[in-house]
Protein backbone atom coordinates (compact mmCIF):
# COMPACT_ATOMS: atom_id res chain seq x y z
CA UNK A 1 0.00 0.00 0.00
CA UNK A 2 1.62 3.30 -1.13
CA UNK A 3 1.58 6.45 1.49
CA UNK A 4 -1.37 8.28 -0.10
CA UNK A 5 -3.15 5.21 -0.09
CA UNK A 6 -2.55 4.53 3.77
CA UNK A 7 -3.65 8.23 4.32
CA UNK A 8 -6.64 8.05 2.62
CA UNK A 9 -7.29 4.74 4.98
CA UNK A 10 -7.44 7.09 7.72
CA UNK A 11 -9.83 9.73 6.76
CA UNK A 12 -12.95 10.22 8.17
CA UNK A 13 -16.12 8.63 6.19
CA UNK A 14 -17.33 11.85 5.14
CA UNK A 15 -13.98 13.53 4.17
CA UNK A 16 -13.23 9.90 2.11
CA UNK A 17 -16.51 10.46 -0.01
CA UNK A 18 -15.74 14.08 -0.61
CA UNK A 19 -12.17 13.45 -1.45
CA UNK A 20 -10.99 14.23 -5.22
CA UNK A 21 -7.42 13.96 -4.90
CA UNK A 22 -5.03 13.31 -2.16
CA UNK A 23 -0.57 13.82 -2.72
CA UNK A 24 1.82 13.92 -0.42
CA UNK A 25 5.59 15.40 -1.23
CA UNK A 26 8.20 16.13 1.15
CA UNK A 27 5.74 15.78 3.95
CA UNK A 28 3.03 18.12 2.68
CA UNK A 29 -0.15 16.05 2.34
CA UNK A 30 -2.55 18.26 -0.28
CA UNK A 31 -6.03 17.11 -0.59
CA UNK A 32 -9.04 18.44 -2.53
CA UNK A 33 -12.20 17.85 -1.05
CA UNK A 34 -15.74 18.63 -2.92
CA UNK A 35 -17.76 20.84 -0.42
CA UNK A 36 -21.11 20.80 -2.62
CA UNK A 37 -24.33 21.56 -0.49
CA UNK A 38 -22.46 22.29 2.70
CA UNK A 39 -23.02 25.18 4.96
CA UNK A 40 -19.81 27.16 6.18
CA UNK A 41 -19.76 25.47 9.41
CA UNK A 42 -19.91 21.81 8.25
CA UNK A 43 -17.07 22.51 6.00
CA UNK A 44 -14.61 24.05 8.61
CA UNK A 45 -15.59 20.46 10.79
CA UNK A 46 -14.65 18.58 8.15
CA UNK A 47 -11.28 20.34 7.24
CA UNK A 48 -10.46 20.19 11.02
CA UNK A 49 -11.41 16.70 10.85
CA UNK A 50 -9.23 16.09 8.04
CA UNK A 51 -6.11 17.77 9.59
CA UNK A 52 -6.10 16.26 13.21
CA UNK A 53 -6.86 12.94 11.55
CA UNK A 54 -3.68 13.57 9.39
CA UNK A 55 -1.59 15.80 11.21
CA UNK A 56 0.52 12.44 13.19
CA UNK A 57 0.48 10.52 10.40
CA UNK A 58 4.23 9.13 9.96
CA UNK A 59 5.82 10.88 7.13
CA UNK A 60 3.57 13.69 7.11
CA UNK A 61 4.37 17.49 8.84
CA UNK A 62 1.95 19.34 7.32
CA UNK A 63 -1.89 19.12 6.17
CA UNK A 64 -3.80 21.28 3.41
CA UNK A 65 -6.90 21.28 2.52
CA UNK A 66 -8.65 22.93 0.05
CA UNK A 67 -12.59 22.67 -0.81
CA UNK A 68 -14.83 23.30 -4.32
CA UNK A 69 -18.05 23.10 -4.86
CA UNK A 70 -20.38 23.60 -7.45
CA UNK A 71 -22.22 26.40 -7.43
CA UNK A 72 -26.37 26.23 -7.24
CA UNK A 73 -28.81 27.28 -9.70
CA UNK A 74 -29.87 30.25 -8.11
CA UNK A 75 -25.72 31.55 -7.57
CA UNK A 76 -24.93 30.73 -10.97
CA UNK A 77 -27.58 33.24 -12.08
CA UNK A 78 -25.74 36.03 -10.57
CA UNK A 79 -23.01 37.79 -11.20
CA UNK A 80 -19.77 36.00 -9.88
CA UNK A 81 -17.70 37.69 -6.84
CA UNK A 82 -15.21 38.18 -8.77
CA UNK A 83 -11.68 39.12 -6.70
CA UNK A 84 -8.52 39.82 -8.00
CA UNK A 85 -5.59 38.46 -6.89
CA UNK A 86 -1.96 40.44 -7.95
CA UNK A 87 0.88 38.35 -8.42
CA UNK A 88 3.79 40.79 -7.99
CA UNK A 89 7.85 41.14 -7.30
CA UNK A 90 10.17 43.89 -6.67
CA UNK A 91 12.56 43.11 -9.28
CA UNK A 92 12.05 41.42 -13.15
CA UNK A 93 13.33 37.88 -13.69
CA UNK A 94 12.22 35.91 -10.70
CA UNK A 95 9.50 33.84 -12.82
CA UNK A 96 6.72 35.56 -11.95
CA UNK A 97 5.01 35.21 -15.31
CA UNK A 98 5.18 31.66 -15.01
CA UNK A 99 4.14 31.20 -11.60
CA UNK A 100 1.15 33.12 -12.84
CA UNK A 101 0.18 30.82 -15.71
CA UNK A 102 1.19 27.71 -13.99
CA UNK A 103 -1.19 29.00 -10.43
CA UNK A 104 -3.91 29.39 -12.60
CA UNK A 105 -4.04 26.24 -14.99
CA UNK A 106 -3.66 24.53 -10.83
CA UNK A 107 -6.65 26.40 -9.60
CA UNK A 108 -8.59 25.34 -12.66
CA UNK A 109 -7.81 21.90 -12.01
CA UNK A 110 -9.07 22.16 -8.33
CA UNK A 111 -12.31 23.48 -9.72
CA UNK A 112 -11.89 27.23 -9.68
CA UNK A 113 -12.63 29.48 -12.36
CA UNK A 114 -9.67 31.66 -13.50
CA UNK A 115 -8.62 34.27 -15.75
CA UNK A 116 -5.49 36.14 -16.27
CA UNK A 117 -4.96 39.77 -16.65
CA UNK A 118 -0.77 40.25 -18.47
CA UNK A 119 -0.42 43.87 -17.18
CA UNK A 120 3.39 43.93 -17.68
CA UNK A 121 3.62 46.19 -20.78
CA UNK A 122 7.14 46.12 -21.06
CA UNK A 123 7.72 42.34 -21.11
CA UNK A 124 4.20 40.85 -21.74
CA UNK A 125 5.19 37.10 -21.20
CA UNK A 126 0.92 35.03 -21.10
CA UNK A 127 0.97 35.20 -24.87
CA UNK A 128 4.09 32.61 -25.14
CA UNK A 129 3.35 30.94 -22.05
CA UNK A 130 -0.31 29.72 -23.31
CA UNK A 131 0.98 29.78 -26.77
CA UNK A 132 -1.15 32.39 -28.07
CA UNK A 133 0.82 34.65 -29.62
CA UNK A 134 -0.65 35.05 -32.87
CA UNK A 135 -4.04 35.79 -31.45
CA UNK A 136 -6.23 38.75 -30.61
CA UNK A 137 -8.92 39.89 -28.59
CA UNK A 138 -11.88 40.97 -30.33
CA UNK A 139 -14.45 43.35 -28.87
CA UNK A 140 -18.53 43.46 -28.07
CA UNK A 141 -20.41 46.75 -26.76
CA UNK A 142 -17.02 48.57 -25.76
CA UNK A 143 -15.71 45.49 -23.70
CA UNK A 144 -12.60 42.98 -24.82
CA UNK A 145 -13.77 39.36 -24.80
CA UNK A 146 -10.44 37.35 -23.23
CA UNK A 147 -8.60 35.33 -25.41
CA UNK A 148 -9.09 31.39 -25.22
CA UNK A 149 -6.18 29.50 -24.66
CA UNK A 150 -5.22 25.68 -24.67
CA UNK A 151 -5.17 25.16 -21.51
CA UNK A 152 -8.61 26.38 -20.50
CA UNK A 153 -7.84 29.70 -18.89
CA UNK A 154 -9.09 32.53 -20.65
CA UNK A 155 -6.08 35.64 -20.71
CA UNK A 156 -5.90 39.47 -21.95
CA UNK A 157 -2.54 40.75 -22.35
CA UNK A 158 -0.73 44.39 -22.93
CA UNK A 159 0.69 41.72 -25.35
CA UNK A 160 -2.49 41.65 -27.83
CA UNK A 161 -2.59 45.32 -27.95
CA UNK A 162 0.84 46.06 -29.38
CA UNK A 163 2.52 45.02 -32.69
CA UNK A 164 4.99 41.51 -31.77
CA UNK A 165 8.48 42.72 -31.23
CA UNK A 166 7.78 46.46 -31.25
CA UNK A 167 9.26 48.53 -27.96
CA UNK A 168 6.31 50.27 -25.77
CA UNK A 169 7.06 53.99 -24.85
CA UNK A 170 3.48 54.94 -22.68
CA UNK A 171 3.18 57.37 -19.97
CA UNK A 172 1.94 56.40 -16.80
CA UNK A 173 -1.97 57.65 -17.72
CA UNK A 174 -1.81 55.61 -20.90
CA UNK A 175 -0.52 52.44 -19.13
CA UNK A 176 -3.23 52.71 -16.27
CA UNK A 177 -6.00 53.04 -18.91
CA UNK A 178 -4.90 50.05 -21.00
CA UNK A 179 -5.00 48.26 -17.79
CA UNK A 180 -8.00 49.38 -16.96
CA UNK A 181 -9.42 48.04 -20.57
CA UNK A 182 -8.03 44.37 -19.35
CA UNK A 183 -9.60 44.06 -15.96
CA UNK A 184 -12.52 45.45 -17.16
CA UNK A 185 -13.65 43.25 -19.76
CA UNK A 186 -16.34 40.63 -20.38
CA UNK A 187 -15.04 37.96 -18.08
CA UNK A 188 -18.34 36.15 -17.85
CA UNK A 189 -18.04 33.52 -15.14
CA UNK A 190 -14.26 33.94 -13.72
CA UNK A 191 -14.20 34.23 -9.65
CA UNK A 192 -10.76 34.50 -9.40
CA UNK A 193 -8.54 37.07 -11.48
CA UNK A 194 -4.66 36.89 -11.08
CA UNK A 195 -2.71 39.82 -12.34
CA UNK A 196 0.56 39.27 -13.71
CA UNK A 197 2.02 42.89 -12.78
CA UNK A 198 5.54 44.14 -14.06
CA UNK A 199 8.44 44.04 -11.98
CA UNK A 200 8.67 47.05 -9.19
CA UNK A 201 5.98 49.92 -8.18
CA UNK A 202 5.28 51.99 -10.73
CA UNK A 203 2.33 53.44 -12.68
CA UNK A 204 0.51 50.30 -13.23
CA UNK A 205 0.50 48.30 -9.85
CA UNK A 206 -0.54 52.05 -8.58
CA UNK A 207 -3.25 52.06 -10.49
CA UNK A 208 -4.11 48.37 -9.61
CA UNK A 209 -4.26 49.48 -5.99
CA UNK A 210 -6.17 52.42 -6.67
CA UNK A 211 -8.71 51.64 -9.08
CA UNK A 212 -9.02 47.69 -8.48
CA UNK A 213 -8.22 47.43 -4.80
CA UNK A 214 -7.18 43.66 -5.45
CA UNK A 215 -8.31 41.01 -2.65
CA UNK A 216 -4.62 40.29 -2.19
CA UNK A 217 -1.15 39.81 -3.36
CA UNK A 218 1.53 37.28 -3.64
CA UNK A 219 5.00 38.06 -3.92
CA UNK A 220 7.71 36.18 -5.88
CA UNK A 221 11.16 36.19 -5.21
CA UNK A 222 14.50 33.83 -5.85
CA UNK A 223 16.44 32.97 -3.04
CA UNK A 224 19.32 35.44 -3.01
CA UNK A 225 19.70 38.36 -0.81
CA UNK A 226 19.20 41.11 -3.44
CA UNK A 227 16.06 39.42 -4.88
CA UNK A 228 14.29 39.06 -1.70
CA UNK A 229 15.17 43.29 -0.77
CA UNK A 230 13.43 43.89 -3.51
CA UNK A 231 10.65 41.49 -2.53
CA UNK A 232 10.11 42.99 1.03
CA UNK A 233 10.00 46.34 -1.19
CA UNK A 234 7.31 45.19 -2.78
CA UNK A 235 5.37 43.16 0.49
CA UNK A 236 5.51 46.95 2.06
CA UNK A 237 3.91 48.32 -1.23
CA UNK A 238 1.08 46.31 -1.55
CA UNK A 239 1.11 46.69 2.65
CA UNK A 240 1.06 50.68 2.73
CA UNK A 241 -2.09 50.55 -0.02
CA UNK A 242 -4.15 48.38 2.31
CA UNK A 243 -3.70 44.99 0.22
CA UNK A 244 -3.38 41.91 2.36
CA UNK A 245 -0.26 40.14 1.00
CA UNK A 246 -1.32 36.30 0.96
CA UNK A 247 2.26 34.90 0.75
CA UNK A 248 5.70 34.41 -0.56
CA UNK A 249 6.65 31.99 -3.31
CA UNK A 250 10.02 31.05 -3.69
CA UNK A 251 10.83 30.72 -6.99
CA UNK A 252 14.24 28.81 -8.70
CA UNK A 253 15.03 27.02 -5.15
CA UNK A 254 17.04 23.83 -6.31
CA UNK A 255 18.53 22.66 -9.40
CA UNK A 256 19.00 18.68 -9.79
CA UNK A 257 21.94 18.45 -12.22
CA UNK A 258 20.73 16.09 -15.05
CA UNK A 259 23.91 13.95 -15.71
CA UNK A 260 23.88 12.62 -11.59
CA UNK A 261 21.24 13.80 -10.18
CA UNK A 262 22.95 16.10 -7.46
CA UNK A 263 20.94 18.79 -6.10
CA UNK A 264 22.51 22.11 -5.97
CA UNK A 265 21.62 25.54 -5.36
CA UNK A 266 22.63 28.39 -7.40
CA UNK A 267 20.48 31.36 -6.23
CA UNK A 268 20.53 29.92 -2.59
CA UNK A 269 17.61 28.16 -0.40
CA UNK A 270 15.45 28.81 2.16
CA UNK A 271 15.74 33.09 1.88
CA UNK A 272 12.13 33.64 0.96
CA UNK A 273 11.18 31.31 3.82
CA UNK A 274 13.11 32.94 6.17
CA UNK A 275 11.64 36.62 5.06
CA UNK A 276 7.98 35.09 5.39
CA UNK A 277 9.03 34.52 9.18
CA UNK A 278 10.89 37.18 9.94
CA UNK A 279 7.70 39.29 8.06
CA UNK A 280 4.78 37.08 9.67
CA UNK A 281 3.26 36.24 6.48
CA UNK A 282 2.68 32.48 5.19
CA UNK A 283 5.31 30.87 3.12
CA UNK A 284 3.10 29.37 -0.36
CA UNK A 285 6.10 27.06 -0.93
CA UNK A 286 9.14 26.66 -3.69
CA UNK A 287 9.46 25.80 -7.07
CA UNK A 288 12.55 24.45 -8.66
CA UNK A 289 15.08 25.34 -11.25
CA UNK A 290 14.30 22.84 -13.83
CA UNK A 291 14.35 21.79 -17.83
CA UNK A 292 11.45 20.84 -17.66
CA UNK A 293 9.39 24.13 -16.44
CA UNK A 294 11.87 26.14 -18.62
CA UNK A 295 11.04 24.10 -21.97
CA UNK A 296 7.53 23.50 -21.77
CA UNK A 297 7.06 27.38 -20.86
CA UNK A 298 8.80 28.08 -23.93
CA UNK A 299 6.69 25.78 -25.66
CA UNK A 300 3.41 27.39 -24.13
CA UNK A 301 2.78 23.70 -22.35
CA UNK A 302 2.18 25.36 -18.69
CA UNK A 303 3.88 22.03 -16.34
CA UNK A 304 1.06 22.64 -14.03
CA UNK A 305 -1.08 20.67 -16.51
CA UNK A 306 0.73 17.58 -16.18
CA UNK A 307 1.31 14.99 -12.97
CA UNK A 308 5.11 15.85 -12.48
CA UNK A 309 6.88 17.15 -9.52
CA UNK A 310 6.71 20.18 -11.35
CA UNK A 311 3.00 20.20 -11.67
CA UNK A 312 2.95 19.27 -7.77
CA UNK A 313 4.81 22.25 -6.78
CA UNK A 314 2.01 24.87 -8.22
CA UNK A 315 -0.84 22.49 -6.88
CA UNK A 316 0.33 22.77 -3.56
CA UNK A 317 0.71 26.60 -4.02
CA UNK A 318 -2.59 26.73 -5.74
CA UNK A 319 -3.67 24.61 -2.33
CA UNK A 320 -2.61 27.49 0.02
CA UNK A 321 -4.18 30.15 -2.01
CA UNK A 322 -7.40 28.65 -2.57
CA UNK A 323 -7.74 28.04 1.21
CA UNK A 324 -6.54 31.84 1.87
CA UNK A 325 -9.69 32.48 -0.84
CA UNK A 326 -12.00 30.66 1.22
CA UNK A 327 -11.28 32.04 4.60
Known amino acids: MSEEETLKARLPALALERLQSLKLKDGVATLILDASGLDMLARDRMEVAVKDTLRDAEGVSEVRVAMTAERSTAQAAAPPA?????????????????????????LKRAGRKVGIV??????PSQPTLLD???ERPRAENNKLIPVPTPSGIPVLSMGYLVEPGRAIAWRGPMAGNALGQLIEAEWGDVEVLLVDLPPGTGDVQLTMLQRFKPAGAIIISTPQDLALIDATRAMQFFETGGIPIVGIVENMAGYACPHCGEISDPFGLGG????????DIPFLGRVPLTMAIRSASDEGHPPAAGDGPEAEAFAGIAARLAEWLDR
Not at 82 to 106: E, F, P, Q, Y
Not at 273 to 279: C, F, N, S, T
Open 82 to 106: RRIVAIGSGKGGVGKSTLTANLAVA
Open 118 to 123: DADIYG
Open 132 to 134: TKD
Open 272 to 279: AEHVAHEK
